[in-house]
């Protein structure tokens, strides 16, 4: 059995991004979501181990964006685990008919920046989280299309994870279920990037699946 996680990071988009800092200032160094939520609760339930969080996350990546800067903010690192969020920029270019977004290379480059860390890292484990949106703000007018494209995101993720032996956090499906307690902009305020309350829910998905998971950090 491998050892827990003590390296765990979090890379991704705006949405793992939470504003952080870019400096070593302890009070901001992790941003202000679900990764500052997941860190700060297991770094105060297991002070004594010591575990070290690291937030990577760039608003306005897509996935050949992360793959480009793995060298600097992964590998450089050497973590034990390495979360990732990544695919609304990818959707949001192409939707909107955008230079960056005229080929669609999501999954594509994501393929190619996980099985060059199975190469280089290969102990490190990974964790896939579902990217997802919801029917209000940027995806109101072109809802259909954005609903197909990011199901075929959702479900090429779903099959790296498989295919490379990652945990896969589902998301969608727990927006979904939100929409019964609260409307969509409630959880999700433009569609797209989440509010206090939906990075709450994220941080509680990804706890109740990483943590029953063989990557549980403990």
């Known amino acids: 059995m491998k050892p827990s996680p003590s390296t765990i990071l979090f890379q991704g988009d705006s949405i793992t991004d939470g504003g952080r800092s870019r400096n070593e200032d302890l009070n901001h160094v992790l941003g202000h979501g679900y990764a500052y939520l997941i860190s700060s609760r297991l770094g105060m339930e297991l002070a004594s181990k010591h ?120 998301l969608q499906q727990t927006f979904n279920a939100a929409l019964e307690q609260a409307d969509a902009s409630y959880w999700l305020w433009d569609g797209v990037h989440p509010t206090a309350a939906g990075h709450e829910l994220i941080a509680r998905q990804w706890l109740s699946v990483v943590q029953q998971s063989p990557l549980a950090i403990v």
């Open 51 to 170: 575990k070290t969080f690291y937030n990577r996350g760039i608003s306005g990546n897509r996935a050949s964006d992360l793959y480009a800067r793995w060298n600097e903010d992964t590998y450089s690192l050497k973590p034990d685990l390495i979360s990732i969020l990544i695919g609304v920029n990818d959707a949001w270019r192409f939707m909107n008919d955008e230079p960056r977004g005229y080929t669609d290379r999501f999954a594509r480059a994501y393929r190619h920046l996980l099985e060059e860390t199975r190469e280089v890292i290969p102990d490190t484990g990974l964790v896939l989280m579902e990217p997802f949106i919801l029917k209000t703000g940027a995806t109101l007018d072109q809802w259909e299309g954005w609903e197909k494209l990011m199901a075929e995101y959702q479900q090429q993720v779903r099959e790296m994870a498989e295919h490379y032996g990652a945990v896969w956090v589902p």
